[in-house]
């Protein structure tokens, strides 16, 4: 959704950026490694301490690293199943440490309990709906799309936090957003789960016939 939106733009900026990294011998993995951790470590080191608005402009910063790598691997032919794996998997870990980050904060907070627990489901669905995408690839079937793929649901949190730290918004707006963003994230499983099984059941149906 925001994702297709943003994307084309987002690689035309980076563009530059890309090219001249490859001319001084800078590598799409190389990049896909420094952005991860710098996230992980925006997120982990500012959002515990309630610094937000700090992390998510740390966060920001590296989060760019996501489209260039591939800008990379675009330009320089460099393309492989291998970057893609690498790029996904250290997707998650990055996801996983922005919604720690704001866990660990919230959970440090006695009036923080359910803040903290919208953040843990917002971090267990995220993981389910990319989970649901490569164990249904790995079926050979297709579970794309949803209401609240990846790239939405980190534009979201981020701006919500940035803006909450910038003019100190009380707490209960990150709590309401991140409430939408664990609701939102389940219902993208659902769907995902049910585009599977609209293109399993004709086979399912053929082999029980056949029996």
Same mark, same amino acid.
């Given at each position: 959704?925001? @994702?297709? %939106?943003?994307?084309a733009f987002v690689r035309r900026l980076l563009t530059p950026v890309a090219a001249g990294l490859l001319k001084i011998g800078v590598g799409p993995d190389a990049v896909t490694f420094v952005g991860t ?10 959002? +515990?301490?309630?610094? %937000?608005?700090v992390g998510t402009l740390v966060i920001t910063l590296f989060v760019f690293s996501d489209t260039l790598d591939g800008t990379m691997a675009r330009l320089s032919g460099r393309t492989s199943p291998w970057?893609?794996?690498?790029? @996904? /998997? ?39 709906? @990319? ?9 050979? %079937? ?18 919500? /936090?940035?803006? /909450?730290?910038? %003019?100190?918004? +009380? ?30 059941? +004709?086979?399912?149906?053929? @082999? /029980?016939?056949?029996?």
């Amino acid at each position: 959704m925001l @994702s297709r %939106f943003a994307q084309a733009f987002v690689r035309r900026l980076l563009t530059p950026v890309a090219a001249g990294l490859l001319k001084i011998g800078v590598g799409p993995d190389a990049v896909t490694f420094v952005g991860t951790i710098g996230v992980v470590a925006g997120a982990l080191f500012f959002y +515990p301490r309630g610094e %937000f608005f700090v992390g998510t402009l740390v966060i920001t910063l590296f989060v760019f690293s996501d489209t260039l790598d591939g800008t990379m691997a675009r330009l320089s032919g460099r393309t492989s199943p291998w970057g893609a794996f690498l790029d @996904s /998997t250290l997707d998650r870990l990055g996801d996983g440490a922005v919604f720690g980050g704001l866990l660990l904060y919230f959970a440090g907070r006695h009036d923080g309990l359910l803040t903290a627990w919208f953040a843990l489901a917002c971090l267990v669905f995220g993981f389910m709906v @990319s989970y649901a995408r490569a164990r249904a690839e790995g079926l050979g %079937f297709e579970a794309k799309g949803g209401i609240a793929e990846r790239a939405d649901r980190l534009v979201v949190v981020l701006v919500a /936090t940035g803006l /909450t730290g910038l %003019f100190g918004w +009380p707490d209960v707006v990150l709590t309401v957003v991140l409430a939408i963003l664990a609701v939102a994230s389940a219902v993208t499983v659902g769907q995902r789960m049910w585009a599977v099984h609209r293109q399993a059941a +004709p086979a399912f149906a053929a @082999s /029980t016939e056949r029996r």
